[in-house]
């Protein structure tokens, strides 16, 4: 069974412009969530998809957003890229059933803005 | 919003040496993960709790949800073990709105 697959890996962008991000989740799980990784500010939530919907947001500005295809794969798009977004992005996917259930990874893509 | 407290944040070892990281957290939850970074930045899932006590091979995850605390113990530590482990707890289920501790950087020295 395939993981977790971000792509890309690694990403260099220039501040201002904007870029976007892909995530497809384990087969089978509706549930993707992403999260920005910073050595200041560890791990944050940035949103969570299930089923196409946004469920839920974390405290990012508007430039921040996402979607979810119906296969489940997701996306998340910067806007107007600043040098503070340099980080690495991260997305995990669960099957969300009606008990609490495992939070699986991807590798993360890698993010510079120079 | 809540907080959560990891300790210790940098812990040196060597080799067979019985390991354990602390976890405490603020406010009520549904599920407590422990999760292990290795340099590069994929993250691995190695526990998810909300009671009582995981064992996986050399690792052991537990909770005290009254306490408001977990732990996770590693036997006959390797330098292969060697990573950062995060603390992350969740109101909901799987990876949604995840708060993190800021992760135990663990070195096992042979």
């Known amino acids: 069974k395939a993981g977790v697959t971000q792509t890309p890996r690694y990403l260099i962008k220039t501040r201002g412009q904007q870029v976007t991000l892909s995530c497809s989740p384990i087969s089978g799980h509706r549930s993707v969530s992403w999260y920005q990784q910073t050595p200041g500010q560890g791990l944050q939530f940035l949103f969570e998809?299930?089923?196409?919907?946004?469920?839920n947001k974390g405290n990012f500005p508007g430039r921040f957003s996402g979607r979810q295809f119906s296969n489940s794969r997701s996306e998340m798009n910067v806007s107007t890229l600043e040098l503070g977004d340099s980080a690495l992005y991260l997305c995990?996917?669960?099957?969300?059933?009606?008990?609490?259930?495992?939070?699986?990874f991807g590798q993360g893509t890698r993010l510079t803005v120079v | 919003k809540n907080e959560v407290e990891q300790s210790p944040q940098n812990l040196t070892a060597q080799e067979g040496e019985f390991i354990t990281i602390n976890c405490s957290y603020s406010?009520?939850?549904?599920?407590l993960h422990w999760l292990q970074q290795h340099p590069g930045g994929g993250i691995v899932s190695l526990f998810m709790l909300s009671s009582g006590k995981k064992k996986h091979g050399r690792l052991i995850a537990t909770i005290n949800i009254q306490e408001k605390h977990s732990s996770l113990h590693i036997t006959a530590s390797h330098p292969r073990d060697s990573a950062v482990y995060i603390c992350?707890?969740?109101?909901?289920?799987?990876?949604?709105?995840?708060?993190f501790g800021k992760g135990t950087h663990l070195i096992i020295q042979p």
């Open positions: 995990a996917s669960s099957s969300h059933g009606p008990s609490n259930t495992e939070a699986f």
């Open positions: 992350a707890v969740g109101a909901g289920g799987g990876a949604d709105g995840l708060t």
């Open positions: 406010v009520g939850i549904s599920a």
């Open positions: 998809y299930f089923s196409e919907t946004q469920r």
